[in-house]
Nanobody
Framework: QVQLVESGGGLVQPGGSLRLSCAAS????????MSWYRQAPGKQRELVAG???????NYADSVKGRFTISRDNAKNTVYLQMNSLKPEDTAVYYC?????????WGQGTQVTVSS
């Protein structure tokens, strides 16, 4: 059983930065994509950013130019660097790993952007 553990969330002022990490509890074979999603209260979960095993990235329009996704394949870890944070970025952030056979989700980490 693989577990994904997110960390790095918290309270930050508008314009601030946070770096989220998502580490797998053990090595994951045949990873296809690693992604970050978020879900704000009363809203559907949405894709924030994704990265393929070959390094191709994609971002939601709302975070382009502010967020950067990266991964360390050797550590089975995916990161999300979030800069210029806005109150509308407030949500629970989840990481997702898709392999050729399974899909794994983390438990989520709260990000709150408020003055």
């Amino acid at each position: 059983q693989v577990q994904l553990v997110e960390s790095g969330g918290g309270l930050v002022q508008p314009g601030g930065s946070l770096r989220l990490s998502c580490a797998a509890s053990r090595s994951i074979l045949s990873i296809y994509t690693m992604s970050w999603y978020r879900q704000a209260p009363g809203k559907q979960r949405e894709l924030v950013a994704g990265i393929t095993i070959s390094g191709v990235t994609n971002y939601a329009d709302s975070v382009k130019g502010r967020f950067t996704i990266s991964r360390d394949n050797a550590k089975n870890t995916v990161y999300l660097q979030m800069n210029s944070l806005k109150p509308e970025d407030t949500a629970v952030y989840y990481c997702k790993v898709v392999t050729t056979m399974y899909t794994y989700w983390g438990q989520g980490t709260q990000v709150t952007v408020s003055s």
